[in-house]
């Protein structure tokens, strides 16, 4: 009895203590599971250096049978018709084995790591296809462009980070900017305007570096380079974008260095306002070849008339915390801005468009998209547009991105403003840096 009892006892333990671990789901599919297969990629264009990679993506699909009934009335009844609805369902890609879905070019070779990279600069035009069984997906085609044929020298741009320290106030939180973060944007930016952030298949050196200014605008040496601190009075109160640009204005033998020597970044607590306030260069060396995009005039004798004419400002909240939102902060982005690059997501707004000769941005290696809150992205109008395409954002100017890289097209527009607009001719002076022209 003594016994019968203990494996009564041991019984009943054993199925008090299940759980989901003591059982096994078997959720991996093979080749028979899958019903479609779609191949996409990170763009369908290449740049032949051996260092952009183009990375493919495999999308494969099963058949759900799904219950449906349709209602029919009869009199006063109401009857449901059972039928079955075939449907088409993603399956998540952790659940397709390794090697299962394979990836192949027009040859019949295989890429086992679904990634692409070349240093053969012969121009031409790759086609690729994924395989699962018998199963083959769309072929999809892949352009390798050419070599850039521009050889840029390389510019050293001198910024100064003016920090307008504000004294505590009830309601509103102090912020302490410090010289670490200061260089980690610097550094951040260098990277990524030389390419060295990414191996995005279109991404490419601009030939840019951005240096921290050794000498203040008398020809002093900064207690740090780069980063100069001015003490806004207690008395001063800021409402609106529009009342930091005035203050600047005002103290601009404090807070203006001379346009021609330094890069102006103003660090503001700006509680009720933007992130940043930035606009494109407002003057051109010659109105009657304009630069696509940018309304800019003549060099007149009283410029600059406003701080945003010969730099930006940035809200301290985000430059010390990028991740306080769902669209991370990058200081990369906000330059490019500044030095003449366009938004690439499509306006929806009637009252400011920015779809001209089916692009948004003047650079044709740069896909436009509708909202997104994904690096994966297409360029689809409406939901019925059958010609569009997949790509991944690692662009700086896209929102939801990698920001990390800038195209190929977007450097030769970004050195075509800065050897034609006076206003972002800092790097042709070496007086932050040698404290002397």
Not at 84 to 96: E, G, H, N, W, Y
Not at 142 to 148: G, K, T
Not at 159 to 180: C, M, N, R
């Amino acid at each position: 009895m003594k016994h019968i009892l203990s494996l009564l006892c041991l019984a009943a333990l054993t199925v008090g203590c299940s759980s989901d671990d003591d059982f096994i789901y078997d959720t991996d599919v093979d080749a028979g599971n899958i019903k479609l297969l779609q191949l996409r990629a990170d763009h369908y264009m290449l740049v032949p250096d051996g260092k952009a990679t183009l990375k493919f993506y495999a999308d494969a699909y099963n058949i759900l049978e799904l219950p449906s009934y349709t209602p029919t009335t009869s009199g006063d009844k109401v009857e449901y018709i059972p039928s079955v609805k075939r449907d088409t369902s993603l399956i998540p890609p952790s659940q397709l084995p390794k090697g299962l879905v394979k990836l192949y070019d027009e040859t019949g070779k295989e890429y086992p790591d679904m990634e692409l990279r070349t240093d053969d600069p012969t121009p031409r035009t790759l086609r690729f296809y994924l395989k699962a069984g018998e199963l083959k997906s769309n072929v999809m085609e892949v352009q390798i462009r050419p070599l850039p044929a521009e050889q840029y020298e390389e510019l050293e741009i001198p910024v100064v980070f003016h920090i307008l320290q504000q004294p505590a106030k009830a309601g509103v939180p102090t912020i302490e900017i410090d010289s670490s973060t200061v260089y980690k944007h610097i550094n951040r930016m260098n990277k990524v305007f030389s390419g060295a952030a990414t191996t995005d298949p279109n991404g490419w050196n601009a030939h840019i570096r951005f240096v921290p200014a050794i000498y203040d605008n008398s020809g002093l040496k900064l207690d740090n380079p780069g980063i100069h601190v001015y003490d806004v009075p207690s008395s001063v109160t800021f409402e609106k974008d529009e009342d930091f640009r005035t203050y600047v204005m005002e103290h601009r033998g404090a807070l203006l260095y001379d346009y021609r020597r330094f890069l102006n970044i103003w660090l503001i607590n700006n509680q009720k306002g933007s992130s940043t306030i930035v606009s494109a260069p407002t003057v051109i060396d010659d109105t009657t070849n304009p630069i696509p995009g940018i309304n800019a005039k003549a060099l007149s004798s009283d410029f600059p008339t406003s701080p945003t004419e010969v730099g930006f400002f940035v809200s301290m909240s985000y430059f010390v915390n990028p991740m306080q939102t769902d669209d991370f902060f990058e200081l990369s982005s906000v330059m490019g801005r500044y030095l003449g690059l366009l938004v690439t997501q499509l306006s929806t707004n009637e009252k400011f468009p920015n779809f001209f000769d089916n692009d948004t941005d003047y650079c044709p290696d740069t896909p436009y998209y509708l909202a997104s809150l994904s690096v994966f992205k297409n360029t689809k109008k409406t939901d019925d547009d059958k010609d569009y395409f997949y790509f991944t954002s690692y662009n700086i100017m896209d929102g939801y991105s990698y920001k990390n890289s800038v195209s190929v097209d977007q450097v030769r527009r970004l050195r075509t403003v800065l050897d034609r607009c006076p206003s972002r001719w800092m790097y042709k002076s070496r007086f932050a840096t040698t404290g002397k022209d």
